[in-house]
């Protein structure tokens, strides 16, 4: 391939492992119940919850007795993609 389609799919590869990592800290976050109010907070969730609202209008059984799932979902998706990406970077 060319340079510029490995670069380009290098930086997607990028683009997501980084959100991957703000899933998970959103993830953990859920759990200590920071301040809302608290910019960083407020930029993790601007960037996961509209996500984990699509998938839990699509799929509402990812919710199990009040546990999101969501998270663990998107993950997953993300990783698939990001192995065929790699894959094709090959």
Same mark, same amino acid.
């Given at each position: $391939?060319?340079?510029?389609?490995?670069? !380009?799919?290098?930086?997607?590869?990028?683009?997501?492992?980084?959100?991957?990592?703000? !899933?998970?800290?959103?993830?953990?976050?859920?759990?200590?119940?920071?301040?809302?109010?608290?910019?960083?907070?407020?930029?993790?969730?601007?960037?996961?919850?509209?996500?984990?609202?699509?998938?839990?209008?699509?799929?509402?059984?990812?919710?199990?007795?009040?546990?999101?799932?969501?998270?663990?979902?998107?993950?997953?998706?993300?990783?698939?993609?990001?192995?065929?990406?790699?894959?094709?970077? $090959?």
């Amino acid at each position: $391939m060319s340079i510029i389609v490995n670069s !380009i799919i290098d930086l997607i590869l990028l683009f997501i492992n980084i959100y991957v990592w703000v !899933i998970i800290i959103a993830a953990l976050l859920s759990f200590v119940n920071p301040d809302p109010r608290n910019q960083i907070v407020q930029i993790i969730r601007n960037l996961t919850e509209p996500v984990f609202y699509y998938v839990r209008r699509k799929l509402p059984f990812v919710v199990v007795s009040g546990i999101d799932l969501s998270p663990i979902l998107i993950i997953f998706v993300l990783n698939i993609i990001s192995q065929f990406l790699y894959k094709l970077h $090959m």
